[in-house]
C-alpha cells in the first residue's frame, strides 16, 4: 500500500513538474510530432472529425496486450472520420524500433515519434497505453484507459469505444475519464 502511495504521489509531481497544458474539457492547440522518418508533422495536419491520440510503446507488455484491440476501433471508426493518432513519447524506443513494432502488428494508423516527449508532457499522458478523445472542436472529451482489463476476455467497461461512439452522435459523453493503466513513459531527462 505504502510503495502505491508513493508511486501515485511521483505520478502526480510528474504531471505537475512537466505541465500538462491539455486537459479533460480543454482545446488541444496545435503541436508537432515527427515521423517515424524524423520529418515533422502538425497534428493540425492529421486530425478528423474526432481525434483519438493514444500514447503507445513497442516494450510495454501491457501496450503490446492492447495492439489489435486499438487496431480493431480504429477500423472500426475509419470511415465515420474517426482518425487514430498513435504517439512513441519513449526515450528508450528508437524510431527505427517503432517503425519495426507498427510494421509487425500491421497498425491501420501511423505511429509518430513525440521527441523529448513534449507532446505527453503538454497532455500529461504518464502510461502506455493512455488514450485521449478530441471533438471536431478540438476539445478534449475523454482521457484514459481503453477498457477495463488488460486481459481481452475480461473486459466489462470499454470506454473508449464508448467514449468515440458518444462524441460521434453529439451526445455528451457519460464516462470522461477512466485511469489509465499500463507502463510509464520514459521520458528524457530534462535539463
Known amino acids: 500500500m505504502k510503495r502505491l502511495l508513493c508511486l501515485g504521489l511521483a505520478a502526480s509531481l510528474a504531471v505537475l513538474s512537466f505541465g500538462q497544458e491539455f486537459k479533460l474539457g480543454t482545446a488541444v492547440s496545435d503541436f508537432t510530432l515527427s515521423d517515424l522518418n524524423g520529418n515533422p508533422v502538425k497534428f493540425s495536419n492529421l486530425k478528423g472529425d474526432v481525434t483519438v491520440v493514444m500514447f503507445i510503446a513497442t516494450q510495454c507488455p501491457v501496450s503490446n496486450a492492447y495492439n489489435g ?18 504517439v512513441n513519447s519513449n526515450a528508450t524506443e528508437p524510431a527505427a524500433e517503432v517503425a519495426k513494432h507498427a510494421m509487425n502488428h500491421g497498425f491501420p494508423f501511423k505511429v509518430y515519434k513525440d521527441e523529448k516527449n513534449a507532446v505527453a ?71
Do not use: W
Open 69 to 86: 484491440r486499438m487496431s480493431s476501433l480504429a477500423n472500426e471508426y475509419a470511415s465515420r472520420g474517426v482518425r487514430f493518432i498513435a
Open 121 to 191: 508532457d503538454r497532455f500529461g499522458a504518464q502510461v502506455t497505453p493512455e488514450a485521449f478523445v478530441i471533438d471536431k472542436t478540438g476539445i478534449i472529451r475523454y482521457h484514459g484507459a481503453i477498457d477495463n482489463s488488460r486481459n481481452e476476455g475480461d473486459v466489462k467497461i470499454k470506454a473508449l469505444d464508448a467514449a468515440i461512439s458518444e462524441v460521434l452522435s453529439g451526445k455528451t459523453v457519460e464516462r470522461t475519464e477512466m485511469k489509465a493503466f499500463g507502463c510509464t513513459i520514459k521520458r528524457s531527462k530534462k535539463s
